[in-house]
């Protein structure tokens, strides 16, 4: 599977990007996909996921209530809403997908990841 990260770009505080991931090669809708971020000098951290059936969500505190995540498992794609955008949003994001056997949050239980797209917010 290869995955493809699209969407990221400038933006000012207090507006919004949506980011989406598409993904090749093969089949994703078994999979969990999930999105990381990684700021300069910061470890990559977890934002949001979503399972492959699409019923469950998981959002990092700081994004919750801003980001939303959402698939489309007939394209093979999953996207992520981002509103009210900060400063501090400012990272690279990488899409992943696995099958995490519910560990969604954490990095290690993904076997696949994008190329990243960078998400530049200005203050």
């Known amino acids: 599977v290869q995955l493809q990260a699209s969407g990221g770009g400038l933006v000012q505080a207090g507006g919004s990007l949506r980011l989406s991931c598409a993904a090749s090669?093969?089949?994703?809708?078994?999979?969990?996909m999930g999105w990381f971020r990684q700021a300069p000098g910061k470890e990559r951290e977890f934002v949001a996921a979503?399972?492959?059936?699409?019923?469950?969500?998981h959002y990092a505190d700081s994004v919750n209530g801003r980001f939303i995540i959402s698939r489309d498992n007939a394209k093979n794609m999953v996207h992520l809403q981002m509103d009210s955008l900060k400063s501090e949003d400012t990272a690279v994001y990488y899409c992943?997908?696995?099958?995490?056997?519910?560990?969604?949050?954490?990095?290690?239980?993904?076997?696949?990841w994008g190329q990243g797209t960078q998400v530049t917010v200005s203050s």
């Open positions: 992943a997908a696995g099958r995490t056997r519910n560990s969604l949050r954490y990095a290690g239980a993904y076997t696949y």
């Open positions: 090669g093969d089949t994703v809708s078994s999979d969990d």
């Open positions: 979503i399972n492959w059936s699409g019923a469950s969500r």
